[in-house]
C-alpha cells in the first residue's frame, strides 16, 4: 500500500510539471517576440492543408494562416516554426504551451472553444464531414452504410458526428481507429475498413493524393451526404487576448484583401488607391496597425507575402492545385459563399 | 569550549547543532519540507493555471455521455454509455490481450527454452534463430508486420475464406464463428468447470499421496482432464442440452451473429506473445543450465526418462531461478499491451486518449491511467511474489 501511494505521487509530480511549465510563458505576443518566432501546430500531412515536401517546406491553407500570422508580427512570413501534431496530440500540445496557436483543419465546437480553454478565432474553411467508399461495394448514399466497417481518426469531431449519424439513422457501424493518418489511410485501403470518414475537403485530398498504386482515385467514391457543419479555423489559449486577436485580423486580412481586389501582384499599385476604405486596410491611413499592435504595414506584408484568401484557395486547394476544390461555401459573402471579414476600421 | 574539555574529559556536552541524532532529524524534516513544498506548489501553481486558462477539471467528465463508438468490447457499450464505461471497456481490453498474451508466453517461451538445450541439433538450432530474431527486432515493428499481415494477406468480407461447412469464416475482418446462445445453464455450466478444476487438483493430491505411500501410479492428469471435461457436459445434459448457436452470416457489407476475433486482437496477441516469448525462453534455459549437471545425471541413473527427468528433477529446481525474472516479463507484457495504439486495438490508452481529447482534462485522465495500470501491475507483482515463496527452496 505505502508503494502505491508513494508511487502515485510521484506520477501526479510528473504530470504537474509539465503543465506548470506554461504559467512561465507570460504573455504569449512577448514570448513570441523575444523568441523571434511563431510556433505553430499543424498537420502531420494534409495535402492542401499542410504538408512538408521533401526540401521540408510547409505549404498549405492551414500553414498560409500560419505564415499570415508571421508577417502581421513580424513584416516577414517566413519566421514560422511548424510543428506537426496529431488529432490526439494537438491540444495538449496548445494548452501546455508547446505551440503558439494550432492551425490544422481543427473544428470550432462549444466544448473546445469552452471548457479546453481555448479560443477560436475565426473559420479559415468552411467544411463538413462526408464518407468515402470503394465504388466496387456500389453503395450510392451513407444511408445504405449499415453494419459497414468504418475507418476514422480518434479524437476528431469526425468520430463523435459519425457515432451521432448511425445512432439517429438506427444503423450499426463498427470503427476502426488508428491516431496516424497514414495508417489509418492504408487500412482503408487495404480493404480493412468498407468506408474512409473524415472532413470531405480531406477525403478529396486523399483521393487526389493517396491512392496506392494499381488502385486509382477512379476506384473510390465520395457519398453525397455530408452530415455535419465542420467550421474550420486557427486556434489560440486563453490569456492573451492581444495575440488572439491578431490571429483573428490576419485571417480576416486575408478575406478584406480578397473582397477589395487587392492581391499579391497589384499591392503596391493599391498603395496609391483613393478608396478611404482600402486606404486604411493598407495603413496608408495609420491607425489599424496600432489598435492591433502591429506595424502600420501588416496587411501590405500579408498580402504581399502570402495573398489574398482567394489567393491562398487557389493555390493550395482549388484550380491551381491538385485538389481542384470548388470554393462552394467558402466563396466570399458578395459571391454567395460565407467568407465574411468584420470591416476593417 | 573545545580547549576547556580536553583536559577533563568529563561526559561531553555535544552542542545540539553537532548532537547526530538532532542532526538527522533536522535533515529529515528539511527534506520532507522541501518535498512537501515543492509538491504543493506545482499542484497550487498547476491549479492556479488551469483555473486562468479557464480549463475545466475535476472527475465529473466521467458521468457524462462518451459520444464515441469502440470497436471491440467485451461488455456492452454504445455511444451513448458513459465516458466511466468507455474508459471500463479499455481496461478489460488490455486485461485480456495482457491474460491471454501471459498464458500463452509463458507456454511458448517454455518449449523454447527447453528446445534449445535439445541434444537434436536442428531443433537446438530452430530454437536459437527464434530467440535472436524475434527479440533484437522492436516490437513495434513486429506489430506492425503481423497487422499487415492479417489485414492484407486475407481477402474482404464477401470472399472470405469458408471453413467446416460454411461455419467459420476468416477474411480482413477478423475469424469469426459459431457460438452457443446465452441460455441461463451456461453459469451452471461455468461453476460445474469450476468444480471440475477443483475436483481435478484433490484428485491429483490424493494420487500422489498414494504414490507416496504405496508407489503405485495413478494416471491423474488425464483422469483430471476428463473431469474438468466431463463435469460441465453432464450439467450441459441436465440443464436440457440447450444447443442453439449464433451462426455468422455474411448480411450486407459483414458478418452479423458469431463471435469474431478481430484482426487488430491477433495481430496484438500474436506479436506481443511472439516477441516476449524470446525473452522468457532465455530464462528458462538460463534456469535450467544454473542447475548442477549432477541432477540431470542422477535422475537418468535411477532410470527416469529425459522427459521425466525435466518434468520431475530439473523444472521444480530450475522454478527458484525463473520465476523472480519472469515477474518483469509478465510486467511487461501488460505494458507493451499499451502499444495497441498503433495498430487500432482499443485497448487502454486508446479510450484514455480519445476522453483527454473530447475532455481536454489531461491530468485527471493519466491520473486514472496510471492508477489503473499500477493497479494490474502490483496485483502480478504480488501474484509472483506470493508464488516464488511457496517454491521456494524450504529448509527442514
Same mark, same amino acid.
Given at each position: 500500500m505505502r508503494?502505491?501511494?508513494?508511487l502515485?505521487?510521484a506520477?501526479?509530480l ?6 506548470a *511549465?506554461?504559467?512561465h ?5 512577448d ?5 523571434g518566432?511563431l ?5 502531420t500531412?494534409?495535402a492542401?492543408f499542410s ?5 521540408g517546406?510547409w ?7 500560419c505564415?499570415?500570422?508571421a508577417a ?7 519566421k514560422?516554426?511548424y510543428v ?8 495538449t500540445?496548445?494548452?501546455?504551451g508547446e ?6 483543419t481543427?473544428t470550432w465546437?462549444l466544448t ?8 477560436f478565432?475565426g473559420v479559415s ?9 470503394n465504388k466496387?461495394?456500389g453503395?450510392?448514399s451513407a ?9 476514422v ?5 469526425t +468520430? ?10 438506427? &444503423?450499426?457501424?463498427?470503427p ?9 489511410r492504408a487500412a482503408?485501403f487495404?480493404?480493412?475498413c468498407?468506408v474512409y470518414t473524415?472532413?470531405a ?5 486523399v483521393r487526389a ?7 486509382t482515385?477512379a ?7 455530408i452530415i ?5 479555423g486557427?486556434?489560440?489559449r486563453h490569456g492573451d487576448?492581444q495575440?488572439g486577436?491578431i490571429?483573428r485580423w ?6 478584406e484583401?480578397?473582397e477589395y ?5 497589384n499591392? +503596391?499599385? &493599391?498603395?496609391k488607391s ?5 486606404k ?5 491611413t495609420?491607425g489599424m496597425g496600432?489598435a492591433l *499592435? ?5 496587411v501590405?506584408?500579408?498580402v504581399k507575402?502570402v495573398?489574398?484568401y482567394? +489567393?491562398?484557395?487557389?493555390?493550395n486547394l482549388g484550380?491551381?492545385?491538385?485538389l481542384?476544390?470548388e470554393?462552394g461555401l467558402?466563396?466570399?459573402w458578395t ?5 465574411y471579414s468584420?470591416p476593417?476600421? | @569550549?573545545?580547549?576547556d574539555?580536553?583536559g ?6 555535544v552542542a545540539p547543532?553537532?548532537?547526530?541524532v ?5 535533515f529529515?524534516i528539511?527534506?520532507?519540507g522541501?518535498?512537501g513544498?515543492?509538491a ?7 491549479m492556479?493555471n488551469?483555473e486562468k486558462?479557464?480549463?475545466a477539471t ?7 455521455e ?6 471491440d468490447? @467485451? ?7 458513459t465516458?466511466?464505461?468507455a474508459i471500463w471497456v479499455g481496461?478489460l481490453?488490455?486485461? $485480456? ?6 498464458i500463452l508466453t ?6 523454447i ?6 541434444p537434436?541439433?536442428?531443433? /537446438?538450432?530452430i530454437?536459437?534463430?527464434y530467440v535472436?530474431?524475434?527479440?533484437n527486432?522492436?516490437?513495434? =515493428?513486429?506489430?506492425?508486420?503481423f497487422y499487415k499481415?492479417?489485414s492484407?494477406?486475407f481477402?474482404g ?5 469458408r ?5 467459420v469464416?476468416l477474411?480482413?475482418r477478423g475469424l469469426y464463428?459459431?457460438i452457443?446462445v /446465452?441460455d441461463p445453464v451456461?453459469k451452471w455450466?461455468g461453476?460445474?468447470f469450476?468444480?471440475?478444476?477443483v475436483g481435478?487438483?484433490a ?9 507416496a /505411500?504405496t508407489?503405485q501410479?495413478?494416471p491423474s ?11 460441465p457436459f453432464?450439467?450441459?445434459l441436465i440443464g436440457?442440452a440447450?444447443a442453439?448457436m449464433?451462426?455468422p ?7 452479423q451473429?458469431?463471435?469474431v476475433?478481430q ?5 496484438l496477441?500474436?506479436g506481443?506473445?511472439?516477441y516476449?516469448?524470446?525473452f522468457?525462453?532465455?530464462?528458462v534455459?538460463?534456469?535450467i543450465?544454473? =542447475? ?5 545425471e ?5 532410470? =527416469?526418462? $529425459?522427459?521425466?527427468?525435466m ?6 529446481q530450475a ?9 518483469s516479463?509478465?510486467l511487461?507484457?501488460t505494458?507493451?499491451s499499451s ?8 485497448? =487502454?490508452?486508446?479510450?484514455?486518449n480519445?476522453?483527454i481529447?473530447?475532455?481536454?482534462q489531461a491530468i485527471e485522465n493519466i491520473l486514472?491511467?496510471?492508477?489503473a495500470y499500477l ?17 521456494? @527452496?524450504?529448509?527442514?
Amino acid at each position: 500500500m505505502r508503494t502505491i501511494t508513494s508511487l502515485a505521487g510521484a506520477a501526479a509530480l510528473a504530470v504537474t510539471i509539465g503543465a506548470a *511549465g506554461a504559467a512561465h510563458a507570460g504573455k504569449d505576443l512577448d514570448a513570441i517576440k523575444a523568441r523571434g518566432q511563431l510556433i505553430c501546430g499543424v498537420s502531420t500531412g494534409t495535402a492542401g492543408f499542410s504538408l512538408a515536401d521533401s526540401k521540408g517546406v510547409w505549404t498549405g491553407m492551414d500553414v498560409d494562416v500560419c505564415r499570415a500570422v508571421a508577417a502581421a508580427i513580424f513584416g516577414d512570413a517566413s519566421k514560422v516554426k511548424y510543428v506537426p501534431t496529431t488529432a490526439q496530440q494537438r491540444f495538449t500540445a496548445l494548452q501546455s504551451g508547446e505551440v503558439d496557436m494550432l492551425s490544422r483543419t481543427t473544428t470550432w465546437t462549444l466544448t473546445r472553444d469552452t471548457a479546453l480553454g481555448f479560443d477560436f478565432t475565426g473559420v479559415s474553411y468552411y467544411d463538413g464531414q462526408g464518407f468515402m467508399v470503394n465504388k466496387k461495394l456500389g453503395v450510392k448514399s451513407a444511408k445504405e452504410l449499415n453494419g459497414a466497417t468504418i475507418c476514422v481518426s480518434p479524437g476528431t469531431t469526425t +468520430e463523435l458526428n459519425l457515432a451521432d449519424y448511425f445512432r439517429a439513422n438506427k &444503423m450499426q457501424f463498427k470503427p476502426v481507429v488508428i491516431e496516424k493518418a497514414d495508417e489509418i489511410r492504408a487500412a482503408f485501403f487495404t480493404g480493412r475498413c468498407d468506408v474512409y470518414t473524415t472532413d470531405a475537403s480531406s477525403l478529396y485530398s486523399v483521393r487526389a493524393a493517396n491512392v496506392p498504386a494499381p488502385l486509382t482515385a477512379a476506384d473510390f467514391v465520395i457519398l453525397p451526404e455530408i452530415i455535419s457543419k465542420e467550421p474550420l479555423g486557427p486556434v489560440v489559449r486563453h490569456g492573451d487576448n492581444q495575440f488572439g486577436d491578431i490571429v483573428r485580423w490576419a485571417l480576416y486580412a486575408m478575406v478584406e484583401a480578397e473582397e477589395y481586389g487587392i492581391t499579391s501582384a497589384n499591392v +503596391e499599385q &493599391m498603395l496609391k488607391s483613393e478608396d478611404p476604405t482600402i486606404k486604411r486596410i493598407l495603413g496608408v491611413t495609420p491607425g489599424m496597425g496600432k489598435a492591433l *499592435g502591429v506595424d502600420e504595414k501588416w496587411v501590405v506584408n500579408i498580402v504581399k507575402q502570402v495573398g489574398n484568401y482567394g +489567393e491562398a484557395f487557389d493555390r493550395n486547394l482549388g484550380a491551381g492545385s491538385p485538389l481542384k476544390i470548388e470554393r462552394g461555401l467558402n466563396q466570399l459573402w458578395t459571391k454567395g459563399g460565407l467568407q465574411y471579414s468584420p470591416p476593417i476600421r | @569550549m573545545a580547549v576547556d574539555t580536553i583536559g577533563s574529559l568529563p561526559q561531553t556536552r555535544v552542542a545540539p547543532w553537532n548532537n547526530p541524532v538532532i542532526r538527522g532529524w533536522v535533515f529529515q524534516i528539511v527534506v520532507v519540507g522541501l518535498v512537501g513544498g515543492l509538491a504543493w506548489y506545482l499542484v497550487s501553481n498547476t491549479m492556479a493555471n488551469l483555473e486562468k486558462a479557464k480549463i475545466a477539471t475535476g472527475f465529473d467528465f466521467l458521468g457524462r455521455e462518451a459520444g464515441f463508438e469502440i470497436g471491440d468490447t @467485451m461488455i456492452e457499450y454504445s455511444p451513448a454509455s458513459t465516458y466511466a464505461r468507455a474508459i471500463w471497456v479499455g481496461i478489460l481490453n488490455t486485461l $485480456r490481450v495482457a491474460v491471454i498474451g501471459i498464458i500463452l508466453t509463458t507456454i511458448l517461451g517454455t518449449l523454447i527454452g527447453i528446445g534449445r538445450l535439445s541434444p537434436n541439433w536442428l531443433l /537446438a538450432k530452430i530454437c536459437e534463430w527464434y530467440v535472436e530474431i524475434f527479440r533484437n527486432v522492436p516490437l513495434l =515493428l513486429w506489430l506492425f508486420l503481423f497487422y499487415k499481415l492479417v489485414s492484407e494477406a486475407f481477402p474482404g468480407p464477401r470472399q472470405a475464406i469458408r471453413m467446416l461447412g460454411d461455419s467459420v469464416f476468416l477474411s480482413n475482418r477478423g475469424l469469426y464463428f459459431p457460438i452457443p446462445v /446465452a441460455d441461463p445453464v451456461h453459469k451452471w455450466i461455468g461453476a460445474g468447470f469450476l468444480l471440475g478444476i477443483v475436483g481435478a487438483w484433490a484428485l491429483h493430491r490424493w494420487a500422489k499421496a498414494r504414490q507416496a /505411500a504405496t508407489g503405485q501410479q495413478f494416471p491423474s492428469i488425464l483422469a483430471g482432464l476428463g473431469l474438468i471435461i466431463v463435469v460441465p457436459f453432464l450439467v450441459w445434459l441436465i440443464g436440457g442440452a440447450p444447443a442453439k448457436m449464433s451462426w455468422p452470416e455474411l448480411k450486407g457489407f459483414n458478418f452479423q451473429g458469431g463471435l469474431v476475433i478481430q484482426p487488430e486482437f491477433t495481430a496484438l496477441l500474436v506479436g506481443l506473445t511472439l516477441y516476449t516469448a524470446a525473452f522468457v525462453a532465455e530464462i528458462v534455459r538460463s534456469g535450467i543450465l544454473a =542447475l548442477h549437471k549432477g541432477q540431470s545425471e542422477a535422475a537418468a541413473a535411477i532410470g =527416469l526418462s $529425459r522427459g521425466q527427468a525435466m518434468r520431475l528433477v530439473l523444472l521444480p529446481q530450475a522454478l527458484r531461478v525463473i520465476v523472480p525474472p519472469m515477474t518483469s516479463v509478465f510486467l511487461n507484457i501488460t505494458k507493451n499491451s499499451s502499444l495497441a495504439i498503433a495498430i487500432g486495438y482499443p485497448d =487502454l490508452v486508446a479510450s484514455i486518449n480519445v476522453t483527454i481529447n473530447q475532455t481536454g482534462q489531461a491530468i485527471e485522465n493519466i491520473l486514472i491511467i496510471m492508477a489503473a495500470y499500477l493497479t494490474v501491475s502490483l496485483s502480478i507483482s504480488a501474484f509472483m511474489n506470493w508464488y516464488n515463496k511457496q517454491i521456494a @527452496m524450504k529448509e527442514r
